[in-house]
């Protein structure tokens, strides 16, 4: 089996999979009278399709076992797919390049507190990890007509360690 290490999940090792939403390096500006900054545009959200809609949902994850066995990774050909923590927990991400219509070489990276990412449309990734615990999710991603996920599963699976915790 592959072995894959999960390594701190920073803007730029993300970049060609979504977007790291996070307030650190962010543009920020006041409003509501000066009580409230704004940390803006942290995400481009995609929704095409027929009858193409933003959803915001919350989802509870139960925390998986390390090494973690990953044997299918999906991707929304529709819609990007947003993932904040609700709770100062990490989670392990995991996403894959596109090669040809299938997920290349598995990229796993594990979060900081106040870390949560934004898949962009077509990018091959794995299924909600939280770690440890059960952990609540603030999610945004699209709605509509379509079918909206493609799953691949790999002829043999990696096994996922997790690097140092944050």
């Known amino acids: 089996m592959n072995v894959i290490v999960a390594r701190p999940l920073t803007r730029d090792a993300f970049a060609p999979f979504g977007d790291v939403i996070e307030t650190e390096g962010a543009q920020s500006f006041l409003i509501n009278n000066g009580k409230t900054r704004r940390f803006h545009d942290l ?16 989802f509870r994850g139960e925390p998986y076992d390390f ?9 929304h050909p529709f819609g990007s797919q947003a993932f904040m923590p609700l709770s100062p927990r990490p989670f392990l991400v995991v996403v894959c390049p596109d090669e040809d219509g299938r997920p290349g070489l598995p990229h796993a990276f594990l979060t900081k507190l106040g870390q949560g990412v934004n898949y962009a449309r077509n990018t091959w990734h794995a299924v909600l990890t939280p770690i ?10 699209r709605g509509g007509d379509g079918n909206n996920v493609e ?12 690097g140092d915790m944050p």
């Open 43 to 58: 995400a481009k959200v995609e929704a095409t399709g027929p009858n193409a809609r933003v959803l915001v949902s919350i």
């Open 67 to 75: 090494p973690l066995r990953l044997e299918m990774v999906e991707r």
């Open 132 to 141: 440890g615990e059960t952990q609540d999710f603030l999610v945004v991603d």
């Open 151 to 162: 799953e691949f599963f790999f002829p043999e699976p990696f096994s996922i360690r997790l």
